[in-house]
T-cell receptor, first 113, second 114 residues
Framework: QQQVKQSPQSLIVQKGGIPIINCAYENTAFDYFPWYQQFPGKGPALLIAIRPDVSEKKEGRFTISFNKSAKQFSLHIMDSQPGDSATYFCAASIGTSGSRLTFGEGTQLTVNP | EAGVAQSPRYKIIEKRQSVAFWCNPISGHATLYWYQQILGQGPKLLIQFQNNGVVDDSQLPKDRFSAERLKGVDSTLKIQPAKLEDSAVYLC????????????FGEGSRLTVL
């Protein structure tokens, strides 16, 4: 099973809030889990990525939490800002080659001022 | 450092017509990808090149889609004949090598098939 299921489809928070985006996968062979951020009219850009040997990774205001037994991972954005308004895609792959990257459906995040 | 360049940004065609998209990856990036992103969905890989050789084209609809990467740099994706369901954004991405975790995407070419 190659699917990556992402929720919610859309999310609205106030500035300073902590939006959380969740993803679930079935294929236990997946061993690389990146998150991409996409602004309107732009291509996706890598935000942060995690391997299954750690349960959490932080980069600035962005944190990935990873639960290997539940086959779930999530993105938390601390102190969210209007500039964080974008579509966020989780993805998973076996190895780091882009040819094996399976993307979720995306979450459209709006951070209100 | 210049990013991934794509053209045209927008294209509107009638069904059964043909269209071609061009991509120039980041200098020095050996691996090039074409993804299809339908509105409201995540990108889906169409084809991956390593230098000028095809690594993976298992999801490319070969009856109508073709792609080439001559001289291991620029690439062209062609659709002929186009169908209504080909309406999407076609994203080109590149990475330093086959196993590089980070893909660098262009801004995409938005195709509308009427």
């Amino acid at each position: 099973q190659q699917q990556v299921k992402q929720s919610p489809q859309s999310l609205i928070v106030q500035k300073g809030g902590i939006p959380i985006i969740n993803c679930a996968y079935e294929n236990t062979a997946f061993d690389y889990f990146p998150w991409y951020q996409q602004f309107p009219g732009k291509g996706p850009a890598l935000l942060i990525a995690i391997r299954p040997d750690v349960s959490e990774k932080k980069e600035g205001r962005f944190t990935i939490s990873f639960n290997k037994s539940a086959k779930q991972f999530s993105l938390h954005i601390m102190d969210s800002q209007p500039g964080d308004s974008a579509t966020y895609f989780c993805a998973a792959s076996i190895g780091t080659s882009g040819s094996r990257l399976t993307f979720g459906e995306g979450t459209q995040l709006t951070v209100n001022p | 450092e210049a990013g991934v360049a794509q053209s045209p940004r927008y294209k509107i065609i009638e069904k059964r017509q043909s269209v071609a998209f061009w991509c120039n990856p980041i200098s020095g990036h050996a691996t090039l990808y074409w993804y299809q992103q339908i509105l409201g969905q995540g990108p889906k890989l169409l084809i991956q090149f390593q230098n000028n050789g095809v690594v993976d084209d298992s999801q490319l609809p070969k009856d109508r889609f073709s792609a080439e990467r001559l001289k291991g740099v620029d690439s062209t994706l062609k659709i002929q004949p186009a169908k209504l369901e080909d309406s999407a954004v076609y994203l080109c991405a590149s990475s330093l090598s086959f196993s590089s975790g980070e893909l660098f995407f262009g801004e995409g070419s938005r195709l509308t098939v009427l």
